[in-house]
Structures are given as structure tokens and as C-alpha cells.
């Protein structure tokens, strides 16, 4: 089994639509869980990061992390064009050192 | 938000000659930066993480005698390809540990990458 499971995709939305991004995660030391986008030929960039369960909201993007069940979630809301993009998921512990698991990435097409 | 260069920003080189890949934190200090490889659809291999100061830890199956590391200081890491080979053409991408203070956790902050071909 994976650390960190992610749906690969492709996952494709008009434009407008409310996207729901999810990866799921064996290991229950992760402490900070992340999610980055990265476009084609570029590095990823840091969208959200939370600690604690519970959402976090930041303009049109909201992560949500639910510890007890070990999943972690990315809505996109009124989702634009420019959207369209890999999304990674990411957690990291820092027992016994820092350390940084990240999912497949999942591909979001969103279509005008 | 926290910035990471890398040049360069692609290369093509011959077979056999050696490559050497900057990775800068631009605005903080990073005593950790780490180097992944991306290819083509497929999510980031962490190869090595670099520690300022020290020998980098490499992953399993990476070969520390090809892929050169050297940590110098807080803002710089270096990645070098020794006698690259096709098979070595990839995405490398670095990014620098931003530490956590009061409040903060520690994050990842990647660079753009740097696309290598090798002929």
C-alpha cells in the first residue's frame, strides 16, 4: 500500500464548476499536509497548507484535512481555464527528520 | 511567498560530459534543499536531500557517484550530472526547506525546474 493515494486523472470541468481534488494516506505521523499545482513544464508551487484538521480557505480554493479518517481534500471553486493543471497532494512529518511524501498528482482540465 | 531559482532553466548536452544544475534560495536561508526528478506524466522522485554543511542523504537506486550534490552554503545547492547519458534527460527540480517558526510549519518551496537532454 501507498503512503499517499491519488487519483491520477485526468479529470475534466466546464468552466465555473466546483472541483473536488482528494488524496487519501496510510501513515497517521503526518503533521502538515499540502497542496501544491504545478503546470506543464514548470516546478509545483505551493496553493495551501494546513496543520490541524479542519478547512482552510484562501480565495477560491479551500483544503480540507480530516485526520480520524486519514483524507485530505482541495475544492476549486467557479473554476477557471487557467486552473487546468496538475495537482499534487502532500504531507510531511518531522519524526526522525523532515520528510515529504507526495501523491500522483492529479491532471484538472477545465474547458471554457 | 518564499522564492527558489534554478539555472539553468534547460540544457542539451552530449553524451558523456557533465552538467552542473544551480538551485538558489532567493529571499531565506535553507539549511535543507532537496533535488527530485519528474518524468513525462509521472509525479516527483525525491533523489537526494541536501543538508548545508554535510553529505547529502541520497534515496535508494540513486547513485551518488553520478548525481554530485554539494550544499556550500545557505542559498545555494548544486546538482551535478556526471558523464550524462540519454537515459538521464528528465525534469530535476530543487526546492529549499523554508524552517517553521513560532505559529509556521516548515515548507517546501520548489524551484522551476530544469530540463536535460542528453544526445
Known amino acids: 500500500q501507498k503512503e499517499v493515494e491519488q487519483d491520477p486523472g485526468p479529470l475534466s470541468v466546464p468552466e465555473g464548476a466546483i472541483v473536488s481534488l482528494n488524496c487519501t494516506y496510510s501513515n497517521s505521523a503526518f503533521q502538515y499536509f499540502m497542496w501544491y499545482r504545478q503546470y506543464s513544464r514548470k516546478g509545483p508551487e505551493l496553493l495551501m497548507y494546513t496543520y490541524s484538521s479542519g478547512n482552510k480557505e484562501d480565495g477560491r480554493f479551500t483544503a480540507q484535512v480530516d485526520k480520524s479518517s486519514k483524507y485530505i481534500s482541495l475544492f476549486i471553486r467557479d473554476s477557471q481555464p487557467s486552473d487546468s493543471a496538475t495537482y499534487l497532494c502532500a504531507m510531511s512529518s518531522n519524526t526522525g527528520g523532515f520528510k515529504t511524501i507526495f501523491g500522483a498528482g492529479t491532471r484538472l482540465f477545465v474547458k471554457a | 511567498g518564499a522564492v527558489v531559482s534554478q539555472h539553468p532553466s534547460w540544457v542539451i548536452c552530449k553524451s558523456g560530459t557533465s552538467v552542473k544544475i544551480e538551485c538558489r534560495s532567493l529571499d531565506f536561508q535553507a539549511t535543507t534543499m532537496f533535488w527530485y526528478r519528474q518524468f513525462p506524466k509521472q509525479s516527483l522522485m525525491l533523489m537526494a536531500t541536501s543538508n548545508e554543511g554535510s553529505k547529502a542523504t541520497y534515496e535508494q537506486g540513486v547513485e551518488k557517484d553520478k548525481f554530485l550534490i554539494n550544499h556550500a552554503s545557505l542559498t545555494l545547492s548544486t546538482l551535478t550530472v556526471t558523464s550524462a547519458h540519454p537515459e538521464d534527460s528528465s525534469f530535476y527540480i530543487c526546492?529549499?526547506?523554508?524552517?517553521?517558526?513560532?505559529?509556521?510549519?516548515?515548507?517546501?518551496?520548489f524551484g522551476p525546474g530544469t530540463r536535460l537532454l542528453v544526445l
Open positions: 526546492s529549499a526547506l523554508l524552517a517553521g517558526g513560532r505559529g509556521w510549519q516548515e515548507t517546501q518551496y
